[in-house]
Every structure is written in structure tokens, then in C-alpha cells.
């Protein structure tokens, strides 16, 4: 599985838009991007997922590269309850389930 | 739907004492995982199941059996607790249809292995 690289840590302004980058350099092609959040000691929570097509949820949009080396995960308009720890992670269809967490980012909402 | 539930929430273990961690599901899901979390890591997966009666093994399944008898339910036994089984245990659950990747995560077991 491709390796993916988060920064440690971030923060954003309540009600600004956090933008939260990944890198995934070694992604092959029938791997998809999947991102997953974890509020304080909670259980991780699912956000969305995307092959090469930029994606649009009730939560978040998902922007993958041309090159789909890098992806950047977008809440529009971050609220107190979005500070958590974002992990991105790459899987092809097969092992979607079997999912591997780094360390994932921690993004903390100021007031 | 109460989702993905486990028992206990909390749990303190001698070690070499054995213990049942439940985990149960209420949205038919076939495919059901446990994982562990260790303070300020990300989960590493134990084991999983596709579906009744069908286990396979994970990242770090050594000192933990599962079983799965039923599509609700997918307990995780400790057989001999070690201090190093010391985490925060979660339990997944996802359908397998084509295109549903989603997994829905419970709430967490807090173990202690002293």
C-alpha cells in the first residue's frame, strides 16, 4: 500500500475553511484516498473517499492532483467540533476494510 | 439504529487473567474488524470477519482469538492478558456491497493490564 504523509499538527480559524494536504506519492491506480477523523478518544468516524475525481460530501470536499500524488481534504466552514485527528489513507477496492492509520493531523478550530 | 455497540467501556485485568471484549451491530453489515489503539498512535488492526463463521487475521493478532457466530456479533478474547494489551480496543463494522467502503466505528473499550 502506498505510504501517505500528513503534517503533525494545524490550526484554523472558526468559520474559515481548513485545508488539510496529503501526500501519496507512491499511489497506483486502483488505489483510493480515504479520509477518517477521531474526536477526543471517540471511535474514528468515516468522511470520504475518492479514486481520481474531486468529491463532495454533506461534511467535506476531497481534492486529488491530476498526478493523484497528493490529495487535500477541505472543511468549509470549520466549527469547534471539527477539532480532531484527520487521517488520510490509501487502499485499493480489496482491502478497503483493512485500513492502516498513521498518525494521521491534528487539527485544532480556534474561536 | 444503535449502530456499532461494545461492553465494556472500561476494564481492569491482572495479568494472566482472560476476558471477552463484545462488540455487536445492528445494520446487517457482513464485515466486521477489531483494532487497537495505543496512546498517541493510530489504530493497528487485531483481526476481521467477512462473515459468519469466516475470521482472518490482522496486523498484530498475536494474544487475541476472535470468533463470529453470528452477523451481529464479533467478540475479541484476550487469553491471557499481558501489561503490553494495555489500549483502547475499537470495534468496526461496513457492508461489502460494491462501492460501500464506509466503516462505522464503536465507541471503544478502555483496557488496563496491570
Known amino acids: 500500500d502506498a505510504k501517505t504523509t500528513q503534517p503533525t499538527s494545524m490550526d484554523c480559524a472558526e468559520g474559515r475553511a481548513a485545508n488539510l494536504p496529503c501526500n501519496h506519492s507512491t499511489i497506483s491506480g486502483n488505489e483510493y484516498v480515504y479520509w477518517y477523523r477521531q474526536i477526543h478518544s471517540q471511535g474514528p468516524q468515516y468522511i470520504i473517499h475518492?479514486?481520481?475525481n474531486n468529491e463532495t460530501n454533506e461534511m467535506a470536499s476531497l481534492i486529488i492532483t491530476e498526478d493523484r500524488k497528493s490529495s487535500t481534504l477541505i472543511l468549509p466552514h470549520a466549527t469547534l467540533r471539527d477539532t480532531a485527528v484527520y487521517y488520510c489513507i490509501v487502499r485499493d477496492s480489496g482491502s478497503a476494510r483493512q485500513l492502516t492509520f498513521g498518525s494521521g493531523t491534528q487539527l485544532t478550530v480556534l474561536p | 439504529n444503535a449502530g456499532v455497540t461494545q461492553t465494556p467501556k472500561f476494564q481492569v485485568l491482572k495479568t494472566g487473567q482472560s476476558m471477552t471484549l463484545q462488540c455487536a451491530q445492528d445494520m446487517n453489515h457482513e464485515y466486521m474488524s477489531w483494532y487497537r489503539q495505543d496512546p498517541g498512535m493510530g489504530l493497528r488492526l487485531i483481526h476481521y470477519?467477512?462473515?459468519?463463521?469466516?475470521?482472518d487475521q490482522g496486523e498484530v493478532p498475536n494474544g487475541y482469538n476472535v470468533s463470529r457466530s453470528t452477523t451481529e456479533d464479533f467478540p475479541l478474547r484476550l487469553l491471557s492478558a499481558a501489561p503490553s494489551q494495555t489500549s483502547v480496543y475499537f470495534c468496526a463494522s461496513s457492508s461489502v456491497r460494491r462501492g460501500s467502503y464506509e466503516q462505522y466505528f464503536g465507541p471503544g473499550t478502555r483496557l488496563t493490564v496491570t
Open positions: 475518492g479514486l481520481k
Open positions: 470477519s467477512v462473515g459468519a463463521g469466516i475470521t
